[in-house]
Structures are given as C-alpha cells and as structure tokens.
C-alpha cells in the first residue's frame, strides 16, 4: 500500500552535489535522461531543466513513497517523463536488454531524505519507531526479521562487512542474548542494546554508536550493493557513445565498486604487461570524468550535514 505523505516542496529538498552534477552530466535539450534512484527528485528537477523543453527523463525507484513527488515533477517538468517502480539494478538491466538507451544516467545511491526523515519507517536510530529499512515496504525481509532470525556469525559478518563495526561480535552476541527474552520490534530497542554492548568510551565517540550497526542492517535489507553490481554494467549497455554516467556513494563499499568499474571500463587491454602486442582485443569502454571522487564543500556540508560522506564519480561511454 502506499504510503499517504505529503511530498516536500522544493525548496525543502536541495539535492547533494547537485552544481556537480550538473556539470558533469552535461545533459543537452533533447537528449534522453534516467534518474534511477529517483527519491524525492531533487536531482531530477535540476536535469528536466537542462533538457530545456526537448527530452525524456525516466526516473525508477523501488519505493512507492516516490510517486507522490514524480506525480508533482511531472506536473512542471515540461518534458517527456515516465516513471518505473523497482529496484534500480533489475530496472536497469531489463532496460538494457530492451535495447532501449541512455545519453545520461545517475545513480544517486543510499537511503533517501524522503525515508529517513519519516520515523515510521525505521532508518533512523535518533528516533524510536518499528525496526523496519525497507526501501520497498513489500519486500518480505525487514531489520527486524535479521535481527530476531539471524544467526550470531551472521550478524558479525554483516556488521564487520556493511558497516565495519570494531565491535561486531559484543553486538552481535548481546543482540542474540536479548532477543531469546522477547523479540526486537522498535529502534529504540536495538539502540539500547548496542549502547550496553560496547565499551563505555565507544558511546561516547565520534558519531552514534549505532550508527554502523543500522548502515549494515540497512545494506542488508536492501541488498544495495548486489543491486550496484547489477546496475553498473547494465547502464554502461545503455549509454550511447558519449553519454555519461555518474554515481553518487556515500560510504567506501559503494565507492570501491564504482571505482573499480569505472577503472577496469576505462582500462581497457588485460594483456600482461610483458606482451609485445595485445591480444585480447579488449577496448576501453569508458573514459573518465572524475579521476578522483568529487566531494561536495564546505558551504554545502554545512548547509546539509548528510552531504559531508558523498562522493561523486563519473564518466562518459567510448566510441
């Protein structure tokens, strides 16, 4: 069912990084745009406006609270737009193998304002509210079904892997300790466990303790990075010679996978080195834009704390 919200306006949606976004995608009227990760389409705002009249933007998301704010785009945008619901990743490639192509792409990745900012739907560990995570409510495995089901070694793994807990295995086994008394339904409960769990000087360290422990929860939920995996070649097979892609991260699993794509497209030869001529054949697919992640400055971080972990990558197709 979808959520009954009130989409934001505008002015209270201000995209990360949106000026470099801009730039680098350099979108031009006419020109076909996807957003795919549309959320709460601060981005997709910015990019309808370069197509100045002349285009298509697709925006895909796999949360049905994205509607009410597309319905709201598509209202102003002035030109062609259409909006898929799912998981960018599986969108993307079905996209692909549609034949159907792209001069720009982004990927905005993590979780959204539009989700973080509504309590009820669990992301946030700064306020109590059923331990759910689910970017698409439908999905049948929530943050409290790992929690309450999966095993000890699961959870370290995760923790130590998504979110890069030092203290996987005290939160872990406390985790498992609290839940044979009676099952975690609420954030304000997982928040507790973790607090008691960890070192006293831990809670009181840079950032919420439990900070790590929802980001790798959340991950998991979502299955974010497998969804990355997927859609990265999938839009490079969409993009036109020329057209670019760009990727925005916000923690350094998602950026080392971009980062590695991006260098082995732009590579090119796997020959060894030692080869006097090459004899695989293999061409580079992409050319980049960003040899180093951009990230955004001080204005921007100070004006929206959630921006200051960004990174933004890009790069544009070969041939």
């Not at 989409?7 to 201000?14: C, L």
């Not at 921007?300 to 890009?314: F, H």
């Amino acid at each position: 069912m979808q959520p009954n919200i009130l989409p934001i306006s505008d002015s209270d949606h201000v995209p990360v990084l949106g000026d470099e976004v801009r730039e680098l995608l350099a979108v031009q009227p006419g020109e076909t745009v996807v957003d795919a990760t549309f959320g709460a389409g601060g981005h997709a705002r910015l990019l309808a406006e370069d197509l100045d009249g002349r285009g298509k933007l697709v925006a895909i998301d796999r949360d049905p609270g994205a509607k009410p704010y597309f319905d709201r785009f598509k209202a102003v945008a002035r030109v062609e737009v259409r909006f898929l619901r799912g998981d960018f990743g599986v969108v993307l490639t079905q996209l692909a193998a549609n034949e159907i192509k792209a001069d720009a792409i982004l990927l905005d990745l993590g979780v959204s304002s539009m989700q973080i900012d509504r309590p009820e739907r669990g992301f946030s560990y700064a306020t109590d509210a059923p331990l759910d995570m689910r970017m698409d409510p439908s999905s049948e495995q929530s943050a409290a079904a790992i929690v309450n089901t999966w095993g000890e070694s699961e959870l370290v793994s995760i923790f130590r892997r998504y979110g890069e807990e030092r203290f996987a295995v005290p939160i872990a086994r406390a985790l498992v300790r609290r839940r044979t008394e009676r099952p975690f339904t609420r954030t304000g409960e997982l928040v507790d466990t973790i607090k008691l769990a960890i070192p006293t000087p831990a809670r009181f360290g840079e950032g919420h303790p439990a900070k790590r422990v929802f980001q790798a929860l959340r991950i998991a939920v979502n299955d974010e990075l497998a969804q990355l995996e997927e859609a990265l070649p999938a839009a490079l097979e969409m993009l036109r010679p020329g057209g670019r892609l760009a990727v925005i991260s916000f923690h350094s699993l998602e950026d080392r996978i971009v980062k590695r794509f991006f260098a082995a497209q732009a590579k090119g030869c796997t020959c060894p080195p030692d080869f006097p001529t090459c004899i695989c054949g293999k061409v580079p697919t992409l050319r980049l834009l960003t040899r180093k992640p951009v990230r955004p400055g001080s204005a921007e971080t100070d004006a929206n704390p959630r921006a200051a972990s960004a990174r933004l990558r890009a790069a544009t197709r070969a041939g």
